[in-house]
Each structure stands twice: as C-alpha cells, then as structure tokens.
C-alpha cells in the first residue's frame, strides 16, 4: 500500500529488534490520503500480542467489510493509489467524490429510479475527452447495483478488428459470466413471463454470444435487434437492467442502429440505457452519435446531458478530497488554469506532482514549492501523460507497449507469448502497474488501460517498425488460439494488416465481413469487403478469393440500398465463378442479381436470372437455394402483374420450406401469396394467408416480416369494408417501421391509413395522411410511393370539390408511372381521371380514359383493377344515358365485388345500380338492390367498436340517406 515494509532495519539483527520492540509508523503519516479505516485494519494485523490480532483471515476480510467497505458504498469515498490516482471500476464498489454534478447525478439516479418501476429510458451523456462521463456513468450503476439491479457495460471502438454490436455484445455477455455461460439456457426455459419468447431468439443471439455456435441465415437487421431486446427484457423480469455504452462517437453504423431501434423500444420495459459520448469527433461514428442524439431528442426518446468542465471553486475541492486535506490556493489555482477545468487533466497534473514527490503536508495543508509548480509547463494531457510514463523500467515500459496494440482492453496470455518473461513474472508487473502507478485497472482475467488516452498515448510512442513486430506477435498468437474462430477474425485481421501482412490478413478480413453482414453490420462489413478487395487489387490473388470479395460487396450494395453498383458485382462474380467451373457460386450469383434487376426494374432480364438459378438449384439438390429462387421468382412475377403465376411460385416455396422446416421462407413465401390473391380478388384467401404469415413471423421475431404483414392486412381488410380492423393494422404497422426506422415503408403505411379515414368519411384527416406520404417518398426519391400518394390525395381533393388541383396531382401520376413503368399506377390513376371528366361533364375524355383503363386492366388479369375498371366503365355509359352498356358493366363489378367479397366496393356499386335502375324506371330492381345497400351498410356499421368511428362512418352523406341516423 505505501511501498515501504512496516518494520524497518539496516540488518537482520536490528529488523528483529524492530519487529518486537517499535511500533510501526502509521501509514496515514506516509500517505494521508489512506482512510482511517485502513489505519485501523492494518493495526490489528501487526499487534505485538497475538491475543489481539486478527485470529484467521475470516476476521480480516469482516474487519475490512465492516470498516472500510461499507463506508466506501454509502459515503462513495476515492481509493487512490500512492501515486493519487483515483481508481474506478464499474462492478466493484469504488468511486470518487462527484464534483460539480449534482443535477446530472439526480437525472440519471432518476431514470434508475423510473426503469425499476417500469419506465424504461434512455440517456446519452456527451463532454469533451476526459471531463467525467464514464466517471458520472459508474456512479450512477454503484447506485444501481445497490438497488439490485443487473449492471451491464460495454465500449465503441473504432476500426475493421470490430466484432458486430461489439459494445451490447460484451454488456450481454459480461451477464452470461455472471451466470457461468448458462445464462441463455435459464432465460430460455423461463421464457414467456414478459411475453417474449428468448428461444426462438436463441439462433440469433448464439453465434453473437458463445464462440462456435453456427451463424443463422436469412436474417433482416431487425430480427437481430429484436433478439438482443428481448434477451435484455428477459433479464429484466427478475431484475432490472441499467446498461452503460461508452464511446458511443467511435460506433459503427450498425450499433448506431441498433442504439436507436432500443432506446425508441424501451418505454414500457425495466431497462435504463446510458451511453457516452464525445460530440466533438471528427469521425463518421461521432457525427452518427450526434445525429442521433438529435433525433431521440425531437421524438422525445432521449434525455440529454452535457457535462462541461468544472470552475476553479470544482477544481480545488476535487484536489483537496483527492489529497485529503486542506491545499495551497496557489496550487489549486496554478493546476486549475494548466488543466482548464478537465477531470482527467486535473488528476494527471496532480498524480505528476505526487509521482515526483513535489506535493508536501506542511502546516496542516498540501502545498508545492514554486519551483515544483514549474513542471506544470504544459498545456497537453499527452504530455503530461508522458511524463509519468518516463518513470517506467524498460520491462514496464514494453509490456504497456505490447498491451497498446491491442486496444484498450488485454488479456495476459498473448503478453506471456509475446515476451521473454514467465507468467508470473508477468502477472507481477501487472500488478506494480496497477498499484504503484495506477496506469492500467484488472477486470478478473482481462486489464484495461485507466483512460483511452493514456493507452494512445502509449501506442503513438512505438516506433512504426517496432510497432509492427508487436502487431506480428499478437497476430501469430490469436492465429494459433482462434484461427477458426470466425468471431475473432476481425481481430487477427486487424493485426496482420498492421504488421504488413495483408495478404495472409485477407481470408480473415472475408470470414469477419461474412459474419458482420449475416447478422446486417453493414457498414461493418463493407469496411472489411472494401479492404479485402483493396488488398487484392494492389496484391493480386486467386478467383475463389475475388469472387468472395465481389459477391459480398454486392450484398452490401443491395443492403444500402443501390442495386445497380450491386449488379455490376453480381456480374463479376457469376463471371469467376463461371470461369472457376463453381456452379453452387454462380447459382447463388444468378439469384441474387435477378432480385437486384427486379428493383431496377429491369424484369425480362431478371426473369431470365431468376429462372436459371432455380433449375440449378433444383439439379444440385440444394432445397435452400431453391427455395430463395423460387421467392425470387415470385417477386418477379408479381412485379409483371403475373399474379396467377406468382400465386404458384409462392406454393411451391412454401412446400419447399415446410420440408425443411425453414419457418423464416414459409412466412415470406405466405405473404407473398397472401398479397396475390389479394391482387387477384380472392379477399377472404388472402386475409387467411396473411393471418399465417403473420404468426410466422411473430413466432422467429421479425418485426419487418410482420410490418410487411400487417399493410397486406389492413389493404385487404380495407376491402372487405372492415374499416376499423384495417385501420388498427396499419398503425400497427406503421409503428413498427418507425420504432425500427424502415425508412421506406413508412410511406405505404401512411398512406393506407389515409385510405381508409377517406372511407370512414374523414377527409381532412385522409389528406393529412395522404400529404405526410407524399413528403416522405419524394425525400426517399420512392417513385412507386409517390405516385400512390398523389393519386390518393388527388381523389381527396376530388371529393372536397377541388377539381382543377385533383386533376394536376392526376396528371402528375401518369407521367411518373409512364416513365418509371408502373402499369398497376397508370391504370389506376386512368380510371380516376374518368372519374374527373365525369365530374366535370367532360364525357368524351371519360369515355376514353375509361376504355384504355378496363383494356389494360384485363391484360393483367388483376380482379382488383378489372373490378374498378368496369365499375368506371358502367359510369360512363349511365351518364352517355347507354342503360344496356351501364348494366352491363355493372352487372361485371357487382359480380366480381360479390365473389371477391369486396364488400367496400360492392355498396357503392349497388348504389348506382339503384340509380340507374330509378332513372330507367325499374323501380323493382332499384328497390333490390337498394335492399342489399342497407343490409350491407348495416353489417359495415356493426363491425365498429369505437363509437366515434362509426359516427363518422354513419355521418357521410350517402350512407346517412340509405341506412338513416338512427341505425
């Protein structure tokens, strides 16, 4: 503790005389930053009586918990170091005296105090290097541990060696050792009591938490996020969880992301997240970080702290608690203007000072000559960082230089294989540099540096060809441990490309991008797809490696969103590999390139891929494969209106994925079908699909399967006029594409939702929608969502009467569906400019409009375009005063509405059937059908359960008069 023996004595003969005849000098008096309570142990372990020594070390360990530990959990006292260092570590009990941050504590103990009552929340805490965030942040888990709850932590680092959510992976995995690795399995057989089920989870979270568990397949982004909530759900039923994330600036993009789909999911749960950050970073992750910050806060998710550095009043009460005493005005006020009011600064200034003995106890009160005072010269932490390193011994020295290499964490092991030192030798040092200099801190089998800075500092101070050496050792030996571990790939990477060995770096560089990618660490993996064919095309390498390369970076393309530099590496690789005689790879080339055309929109091309792929698929008996193709396929078709054709394809990949038990394919393959039939007017087929696919992906967590679901659902139950129900599926829907940032979808959602208050009769309310969508696709350049938005406003604006304006919006859709090529859009936005001129009395131009739009309708053979088209047709021809042609064409949509049961429609029809009938004066067959209007008014007015809907719904003015107020 001190560095000195408590008996003192020139020889053997004058150390005995001191053993049994003085008493020890008190520690306080070599150091008077070391607690009474210490004092008081160590004098009762050198006792001359024996009678009044501690009897076993039982009675120690009771003394020390009596005397000192508990005053350090309730008062948050500092342990220092005899170098003054304050120590910190995040599931012990020390902590030092927090200074300046009275109302950050109390917000943050607050939101403690919230999450353990149920009221999950999520805190960011931003300052400048140094100035006490991680330190607030470990006080505020003390307190958290005190309530029992799980303290969970993990840090961003910058870097290709990342393993994927690398920060919430060690926070989940630090419980795993807790619970000695069988955390999962526990959590697994209690699922359910939070209404999460973990083990359907666990393929997910396996292979991100226990080594050598296989990687999952077909996952999207969000199934992965999901699973990591649930699993922190599951923690949190027994007790709640507070989570800390350092460094949150040095992120990747995919932990960005997984950030913000937690803190917008935690509202109603038992888990408080904290996590830090450096707003000032110049790099991509910090500008993520703040970006972020931003929007939690507008969305009203996020509490904001910014810690500033503390004043000159701060600063001489946080020395004279580190000192233990009263200091020299002049000391505080010459450390205060050196450090500038930074935390971290003021203590190394102060450690400086105490390492080279310039702070002295004289007169009751800590002081430095003047002299002393001039080593303050700099105005550089690194500097003085240096400083204490100078002190070191060259063996000290080159194990922190080593350690440096390796980030800010490092185990022993590698250090022992890198030096000529045994291990014990080596676990000696490492407690010295603990110690007696405070430079690094243990975390059971594992060190860290004290700061992220003072490891830089360490790192920047290696001569590059040294550096490199050290780099070469630390690789050599994870490649010797973990070369098959694709979960330390990243990181024996890491280590060869900075030793100069890129080459051999490259295979390791492509089993890390692999794994990051399959569990959607996009920017992750790009990172390491962009290095690896770097490499290659500086160094050169063989076909098998570029076609790796290639194929994953057109992964990452299709992933961000750009398909066509996605097919311009789809079509390198189909080439290796065809080149290579590697049929499986050009298979799985051909695939994916047909889905990548299909978003282009280039469909005869991609139907060629697409039908390629399958039969070799099916001839390498590779049913996974197979599988994808025949989805793929399905997209096309569905794509070409070719719903008949996709309706089999759907079948036959959900056959397929039965066999195999592949429940992800069967959910996509049942939605796919769902919304085909929906297409092709067999309504009551289709809710039925959908119900199951929805289930399906509930039952593996895919959110973004069941937001995809859930618009199917709403769009079909909007047609079977259950207004209510599909309202509620769509604002499901759209919850989730927010709460998970599905970006693109939300547009479709939000126009759905419009649709249906247009049909309860809320117009304003429609348009409002209607507008929101719009905005949203022109910001995403979404060329499908824009035209559905404006159309659909456009007819908003056509029922308020604004006649010229709905017609521009209308005009505006053909254009876009002319040139984009969406068929579906163009024949819709026809029959809606029919439906203009007919208002307009325009009654050649509707007739035109409607003869094109019932011809292309049939050319798809789409019941749900054939059935509108002749509902318009048979419009026009009543106007024309043709009763035969009206009938007639009325008579088709009654019938298809009928055998659709696209109740929604089928009113309004029948509603000019009873027109036209009184106008040709069948009153008989005008009063039949206005019998099944009202009957089918009444059902749709009794499918509501809010009353306010249904008052709406009843107060349009066409439903008023045919089924009255009082129904």
Not at 726 to 738: H, P, Q, R, V, W
Request: hydrophobic share 40%; with cysteine; aromatic share 6%.
């Amino acid at each position: 503790m001190t560095g000195l023996l408590p008996f003192q004595g020139d020889h053997e003969p004058a150390l005995v005389y001191s053993i049994l005849n003085l008493d020890p000098r008190p520690v306080t008096e070599i150091d008077a930053s070391i607690p009474s309570s210490v004092q008081a142990v160590i004098d009762g372990c050198l006792k001359k009586n024996r009678n009044e020594r501690y009897s076993s070390c039982d009675a120690v360990m009771e003394a020390i918990q009596s005397s000192l530990l508990t005053d350090l959990k309730s008062e948050y006292a500092v342990t220092k170091t005899p170098a003054g260092v304050p120590q910190l570590t995040l599931d012990g009990i020390e902590s030092g005296e927090l200074i300046g941050r009275p109302e950050e504590e109390s917000i943050l103990l607050k939101r403690i105090e919230d999450a353990c009552a149920g009221r999950g929340s999520t805190v960011f805490i931003a300052g400048e290097h140094g100035v006490g965030k991680s330190f607030l942040a470990a006080r505020v888990l003390i307190a958290a541990q005190k309530r029992g709850m799980h303290v969970l932590h993990g840090k961003c680092f910058g870097g290709a060696g990342n393993a994927p959510y690398e920060p919430f992976v060690a926070a989940c995995k630090r419980a795993m050792h807790q619970s000695d690795n069988k955390l999962l399995d526990v959590l697994s057989r209690n699922g359910g009591r939070d209404g999460s089920d973990l083990g359907n989870r666990l393929p997910i979270l396996n292979p991100l938490l226990i080594p050598g568990s296989p990687i999952a397949e077909g996952l999207n982004k969000e199934q992965v996020w999901e699973a990591i909530l649930v699993l922190l759900r599951a923690l949190s039923v027994d007790r709640p969880v507070a989570i800390v994330i350092e460094d949150l600036q040095s992120a990747d993009e995919a932990t960005i992301d997984l950030c913000s789909y937690l803190a917008r999911n935690l509202t109603s749960s038992r888990i408080c997240l904290l996590a830090t950050y450096v707003a000032e970073e110049a790099s991509s992750g910090g500008a993520s970080a703040v970006l972020l910050a931003r929007k939690l806060k507008l969305e009203g998710k996020l509490t904001q702290i910014q810690l500033d550095r503390w004043n000159g009043d701060e600063t001489a009460k946080m020395i004279e608690h580190a000192l233990g005493g009263k200091v020299d005005p002049v000391m505080t006020a010459r450390i205060h203007e050196a450090a500038r009011g930074n935390a971290l600064f003021t203590m190394e200034l102060l450690s400086l000072l105490r390492t080279r003995d310039a702070v002295r106890l004289a007169g009751g009160r800590w002081e430095c000559e003047a002299g002393d005072l001039s080593l303050l010269v700099t105005d550089r932490i690194h500097d003085v960082i240096r400083q204490r390193l100078d002190r070191l011994t060259e063996q000290d020295r080159e194990i922190l230089n080593i350690a440096s290499c390796e980030r800010e964490y490092f185990e022993s092991d590698p250090l022992v294989a890198s030096m000529d030192v045994t291990r014990i030798e080596l676990l000696k040092r490492l407690q010295i540099l603990e110690d007696e200099y405070g430079l690094i801190r243990h975390e059971k089998k594992r060190y860290r540096f004290d700061h992220p800075l003072l490891r830089q500092v360490v790192y920047d101070q290696i001569l590059e060809e040294l550096r490199e050496e050290y780099h070469r050792k630390f690789g050599a030996w994870l490649v010797s441990q973990h070369g098959d571990s694709p979960e330390y790939a990243g990181r024996i990477a890491l280590h060869l490309m900075a030793s100069g060995q890129e080459r051999e770096a490259v295979p390791y560089l492509l089993t890390g991008a692999d794994r990051s990618l399959s569990v959607w660490a996009v920017s992750l993996a790009k990172a390491q797809y962009g290095k690896a064919d770097e490499i290659l095309t500086g160094l050169g390498g063989g076909d098998a490696i570029a076609m790796r390369v290639e194929a994953g970076l057109g992964d990452v393309c299709v992933a961000e969103g750009h398909p066509v530099e996605a097919l311009r590496h789809y079509g390198r690789c189909i080439e290796l590999a065809h080149r290579a005689g590697d049929i499986p790879a050009e298979t799985v080339g051909l695939r994916k390139r047909a889905a990548a055309l299909r978003i282009t929109g280039s469909l005869p091309d991609a139907l060629n891929d697409g039908e390629t792929a399958l039969r070799s698929a099916a001839a390498l008996g590779d049913a996974k494969e197979e599988i994808q193709s025949l989805l793929v396929l399905a997209s096309i078709h569905s794509a070409r209106a070719d719903y008949t054709r996709t309706v089999q394809l759907s079948q036959q990949a959900f056959d397929r994925s039965t066999q195999i038990g592949d429940v992800g394919s069967q959910a996509v393959a049942m939605g796919t079908l769902g919304l085909a039939q929906w297409h092709l007017g067999a309504l009551r087929k289709a809710a039925e699909s959908l119900r199951q696919a929805l289930v399906m992906h509930g039952s593996i967590g895919d959110s973004r399967g069941r937001a995809t679901v859930l618009n199917y659902l709403g769009l079909t139950y909007y047609c079977l006029a259950r207004l209510e129900e599909a309202l509620d599926a769509n604002k499901e829907s759209l919850e989730i594409k927010e709460a998970l940032a599905i970006i693109p979808a939300i547009p479709g959602s939000l126009n759905n939702i419009g649709d249906t208050y247009r049909e309860i009769g809320d117009i304003e309310k429609a348009a409002s929608f209607h507008r929101e969508a719009l905005e949203a696709a022109r910001r995403q350049n979404n060329r499908g969502s824009e035209c559905d938005s404006l159309r659909d406003l456009g007819t908003d604006l056509y029922r308020r009467g604004e006649f010229a304006l709905a017609r521009s919006h209308f005009e505006e859709v053909l254009r876009l569906a002319r040139t984009y090529g969406y068929a579906w859009y163009e024949i819709r936005v026809m029959l809606s400019l029919a439906e203009l001129d007919l208002a307009e009395s325009n009654g050649e131009s509707a007739d035109r409009w409607s003869e094109e739009g019932m011809r292309r309708s049939r050319e798809t053979g789409a019941d749900q375009l054939t059935l509108e088209a002749a509902w318009t047709r048979g419009k026009v021809f009543a106007r024309q005063g043709n009763i035969a042609e009206a009938r007639r064409f009325l008579a088709e949509s009654v019938a298809k509405a009928e055998a659709m049961d696209h109740r929604l429609f089928l009113w309004q029809i029948l509603r000019e059937v009873v027109n036209l009938e009184h106008s040709a004066g069948d009153r008989e067959a005008g009063e039949q059908a206005l019998r099944k209007v009202r009957q089918l008014l009444t059902e749709i007015l009794g499918g509501f359960k809010t009353p306010e809907l249904r008052a709406t719904f009843q107060g349009v003015k066409e439903v008023r008069e045919l089924v009255g107020v009082g129904t």
